[in-house]
């Protein structure tokens, strides 16, 4: 039996089998995603979704399911599943008798004598989707019938009946191509066995999926299939089906499956699982390697980008070509000081104030991995030059740095920081001013720069900076540190502090160069572990707080107004624990290694083989958000690797 374990029993039980999503990607933007029993209920899922560069990069569902057929004695069995208004059409999971995940997705089916497994890979650095059938058992001649539904749309929106599609096709090397629309890429669907097309185009309306309508989001949608592929098959023999941006020689499928399939990492442990995931969300495009923030509606974000860039790739699998890959493509898209926190190019959004100073962090943890300060400071030492420079001379209107040294940052109806709901064009919690995190982060930059600096001996910087990390310790404390409650404030504005208790201060405690003391750093892990502090990670608000909201469930709005007002997210987490390694050293290993072990059970649900955007923060923690978060997964294993470095 291996790691990843599923109640056989359950499967045939939708309640069950419809919480279980999987997730492969290409390393290079795409992915297939469904759930483990291949019935939608996202419409970001789909067996072939990709980027489109001709649109405009962003992923769009191609393939969006395949239902097959056995058929036996003129006798018909469809192992789809579908929800349509008030029914689910056809219920094929009834027929699953097994599901595995490793080393790819694999559902074994028994329709009366006939045993039939279904396995899907997706290879790396291919817009593709293969898929192995083998007849394991039959006692009678078997026909397979394999009907494509095909999308063509952005994965954000969802596809309607119309006289606009292209339904036509044509043949190709052992199937059809299809084009729904202009400026799309055509769809190879293939057989490595010979066999018949029945030309059958029309629509299927009304496909549910209620993963959306339960976020109060539109839910339904029509599909179009051109027809279906038929082929006799033998008991013991295999075929492989394919979808691809790029036509294959039918005859290469089965060689192209199996290495792709021996390739497969392990998931036979946790970390294991981890270091798999971790690696799905770096992708190679062109000469640009990125980091993609969450499957399966997440783009690339420039914060989430910094914060998990070393726990994918130093702690992961310490890849310091991936790790330096992206920070050479992030560094060449900054514009007057800031980096976009989403889009690219004409798309981008330079709105936050937090990700350049997550820069200097995730450059700092990949200069001590790498010892090399003279490289270092060679490859970005002159881009985190300008960078604090547009910061203290305050170039931008509203970001600057005051006289005492700290940043103020205010944006009339925008959020700047990781707390960035919006709900009705107002921000949910603005957090205007100084805010706790962004000028620990400052403080750090600047004193990680100077010891750069230092070291490959700048004497002009130093002379231009070494008085300032003084001034903003000084002012730091004077500006946020409270007395009376012994905790930090969130943020300081006009009005004065702002004594929400949330978990941002806890970065001014785990940073390696902090503006406060060990008494004080004591003092803001005492009071997270008393209000904030759970098994999944820390709530975004106290719950003795009047505008605590404990779980994340509802429409957009509703979610919004509870995204950052009590659910708890993980990534702080490894920030938790860094600030009570730096105090406490080995002895806290034990008390860390039941935070990670907090996780196991998460492997098999919810989103499988990873860890999900966040959690309620209600007891029993229920998960919501993304089924697989960069900075979820990244964080856990800077945790594990914290453990392995203060054990030894």
């Known amino acids: 039996m291996g790691y990843l374990t599923f109640n056989k029993e359950e499967l045939v039980n939708l309640e069950y089998s419809l919480s279980h999503e999987i997730l492969s990607t290409n390393r290079a933007g795409g992915y297939l995603s469904t759930t483990i029993v291949g019935c939608n209920t996202r419409k970001y899922h789909g067996l072939l979704v990709c980027p489109v560069e001709e649109l405009d990069g962003e992923n769009y569902v191609l393939l969006s399911s395949l239902d097959e057929t056995i ?79 095909l999308a063509f749309r952005s994965r954000h929106q969802l596809s309607k009946a119309n006289w606009f599609a292209n339904t036509s096709h044509r043949v190709s090397d052992g199937g059809i191509s299809s084009r729904l629309y202009d400026k799309f890429p055509t769809l190879h669907m293939q057989l490595d066995k010979t066999n018949r097309f029945i030309s059958n185009p029309d629509w299927y309306y009304n496909f549910e999926y209620l993963e959306e309508k339960d976020r109060g989001y539109d839910y339904t949608e029509d599909l179009f299939t051109p027809g279906y592929f038929e082929l006799s098959i033998e008991k013991g023999e295999s075929v492989i089906f394919s979808a691809s941006l790029k036509e294959e020689k039918s005859s290469r499928l089965a060689y192209k499956f199996n290495k792709e399939l021996n390739s497969r990492p392990e998931k036979n442990n946790f970390l294991n699982c981890l270091k798999n995931s971790a690696n799905q969300f770096i992708i190679h495009r062109g000469k640009d390697t990125e980091v993609i923030a969450g499957y399966p509606w997440f783009g690339r974000w420039g914060r989430d980008t910094f914060i998990a860039l070393p726990g994918l790739t130093l702690a992961a699998n310490l890849d310091l070509k991936s790790c330096k890959g992206v920070l050479d493509t992030m560094t060449s898209e900054v514009s007057n000081g800031l980096f976009p926190n989403i889009g690219k190019n004409h798309t981008a959004a330079y709105n936050s104030v937090d990700a350049p100073m997550w820069y200097f962090w995730a450059i700092q943890k990949y200069a001590e991995v790498v010892n090399d300060t003279e490289t270092v400071w060679k490859d970005y030492g002159e881009k985190m030059r300008s960078i604090l420079e547009v910061f203290r001379k305050g170039d931008l209107s509203n970001i600057q740095m005051h006289e005492n040294g700290l940043i103020w940052a205010k944006e009339e109806g925008k959020a700047l920081t990781w707390m960035d709901a919006v709900v009705n064009g107002v921000p949910v919690t603005q957090r205007a001013g100084y805010a706790v995190e962004i000028n620990a982060l400052w403080y750090n930059a600047v004193r990680f720069t100077l010891y750069l600096a230092q070291e490959n001996n700048d004497k ?52 390696p160069y902090s503006p406060v003391n060990d008494e004080i750093k004591n003092d803001v892990i005492s009071i997270i572990q008393k209000e904030l502090l759970t098994p999944k990670g820390l709530r975004t608000l106290s719950p003795n707080h009047p505008d605590y909201k404990g779980i994340y469930r509802g429409t957009q709005a509703e979610r919004d107004l509870s995204y950052h007002q009590g659910t708890v997210w993980v990534w702080q987490l490894s920030h938790y624990v860094e600030a009570l390694f730096k105090l406490s050293g080995k002895s806290f290993c034990k008390e860390a290694e039941q935070i990670v072990a907090n996780f196991e059970d998460d492997m098999t649900n919810y989103g499988i083989s990873s860890i999900n955007e966040v959690y309620d923060g209600n007891p029993p923690h229920h998960p919501g958000g993304s089924i697989s978060q960069a900075w979820s997964v990244s964080e856990i294993l800077r945790i594990v690797d914290l453990i392995d470095k203060y054990k030894t």
């Open 460 to 511: 002009k910087f130093i002379q231009e900076w070494e008085d300032l990390p003084a001034r903003i310790e000084e002012n730091f404390v004077k500006t946020f540190w409270n007395e009376k409650v012994k905790y930090l404030a969130d943020y300081v504005d006009e009005k004065g502090q702002n004594l929400d208790i949330r978990p941002n201060q806890i970065i001014a405690a785990s940073l």
């Open 71 to 149: 058929v036996q004695h003129d006798r018909s069995f469809n192992l789809g599943i579908h929800r349509f208004p008030k029914v689910y059409e056809p219920r094929g999971h009834k027929y699953i008798i097994d599901f595995e995940y490793e080393p790819t997705p694999t559902i074994i089916y028994r329709v009366g004598g006939v045993i039939l497994k279904k396995e899907l890979v997706m290879p790396h650095d291919a817009e593709q989707i293969l898929i192995r059938y083998t007849l394991l058992d039959a006692h009678s001649p078997t026909i397979l019938k394999f009907r494509p539904f």
